[in-house]
């Protein structure tokens, strides 16, 4: 079974700055199978990011992904007061990471 | 417009059981994986489980110990979750979730929530 770590836990920026956030694999991941999604407090989850780089549909493009193997990296350019929420990374439609936690003050 | 709607969630005792549905539409839902994740109380999210479009195979989470079952009916455009067994330990937001894109859940219901408690 394949375990993800996300870090930091909590991040606390402010507006126009950018966000990195980390998504770490316990075993390789093909980049075809990992995903990011946003959710706000009381909301679903929202699909941002899928196969490592591509945005879903009606995501902007100050989010961006990279990464392979077993380390991933979600990056949120120019962020605004509307991104505060917790970005879950996940791997080949099933597990998910514990989650990060980006606080825009 | 895609649209899920789940239903069945409640109270109800430990040991218990209880059947939640999914009923969709806006798309073609014989063409698509269909998922099952919860979240509890102030935690992350859990994937539960999955079925392919034809139903012809479905995939568990290991923690879920064999009771829980996912099911679909095409002809309903409806998803479905039976849990049995229940301790407090289930006790989440149930969201059903489409595979619109690879290994990605493009669209989600607005969740229903189950809590297990005598």
């Known amino acids: 079974e394949i375990v993800l770590t996300q870090s930091p836990g909590t991040l606390s920026l402010s507006p126009g700055e950018t966000a990195t956030l980390s998504c770490r694999a316990s075993q390789s991941v093909s980049s075809s199978f990992l995903a990011w999604y946003q959710q706000k407090p009381g909301q679903a989850p929202r699909l941002l990011i899928y196969g490592t780089s591509t945005r879903a549909t009606g995501i902007p493009d100050r989010f961006s992904g990279s990464g392979s193997g077993t380390d991933f990296t979600l990056t949120i350019a120019g962020l605004e007061p509307e991104d505060s929420a917790v970005y879950y990374c996940q791997q080949r439609g099933s597990s998910f990471g514990p989650g990060t936690k980006v606080d825009i003050k | 417009e895609v649209q899920l709607v789940e239903s069945g969630g409640g109270l109800v005792q430990p040991g218990g059981s209880l059947r939640l549905s999914c009923a969709a539409s806006g798309f073609t839902f014989s063409g698509f994986w269909m998922n099952w994740v919860r979240q509890a109380p102030g935690k992350g999210l859990e994937w539960v489980a999955n079925i392919k479009a034809d139903g012809g195979e479905k995939y568990y989470a290991d923690s879920l110990k064999g009771r829980f079952t996912i099911s679909r009916d095409n002809a309903k455009n409806s998803l479905y979750l039976q849990m049995s067994s229940l301790s407090a330990e289930d006790t989440a937001v149930y969201f059903c979730?489409?595979?619109?894109?690879?290994?990605?859940?493009?669209?989600w219901g607005q969740g229903t929530l189950v809590t297990v408690s005598s």
């Open positions: 979730a489409r595979s619109g894109v690879p290994y990605g859940f493009e669209n």
